[in-house]
């Protein structure tokens, strides 16, 4: 769009500088330049920088706030010459020139816009035609990646204890089978080198309340296993009394 608008400008400085019988001279050059030259007249811009985003920002910024040259590339001024360094974009090296006080101000006044000049243009789906569109589109489009977010979140949320005993049998096992009341989970008891730890506890009574089935369960675990190792021990030392008549009857 650049060089369109370098190539426009150019032809009409042409033409209105230019009288009528050298115009007429000029004309068939003219569009022949047009039709080689689709894309517009080359333009002389430099190379895509490579800092930074953020630092290329900074300096925009700096740029569109204060004027064209900074305090620091100043260097001198004696009320009729001014002398300061400045950047040659051809050579990539820092130059030190000095002008005249009046030279100084009219390079200066030269980045100062006409009056009612727009610096800020918009193009594409920034213009002013497509605007009440454009706001309508970005809406639906960000209602529609609202959701789309909030369905791969949904996703990727792990699921609980009960959702997954849920859907591997088909049981809620925060409902009561009886009168189909809602259990509360108020805590939750593991196993540690034989013993039941309480894991997580909603609050104090919770934690009592848990510590003393801990301890109900664990004694009647241990009952049971007692009354098995007696019951293992007697079958071990009882007498059979038919087997050793089997045994004896045998050998007579």
Known sequence: MLRKYWQNAVSKLIRKTL??????RVQPALQRAYTKNGEGFYVNAPKRSTTDSRSLLEYISRYMKRGPIALKNL????????????KDKRTNTKETMTMTVEGFIRALIRHIPDKYFKTIRRYGIYSRRLKSLMEKILKSYQKLVKRLLVNVKKALKPKTWSERIFEEFGINPMECTECGESYECLGMSVRKNGYL?????????????MGEENRKIEKEEFQTAYQKAEKAAYEAIRFDWDKQGEIYMSRM
Do not use: C, N, P, T
């Open 19 to 24: 009288s009528d019988w050298h115009k007429r």
């Open 75 to 86: 260097l001198m001024y004696d009320g009729e010459q001014v002398m300061f360094h400045y």
């Open 197 to 209: 730890h309480i894991q997580y506890a909603k609050d104090e009574e919770a934690r009592r309340y």
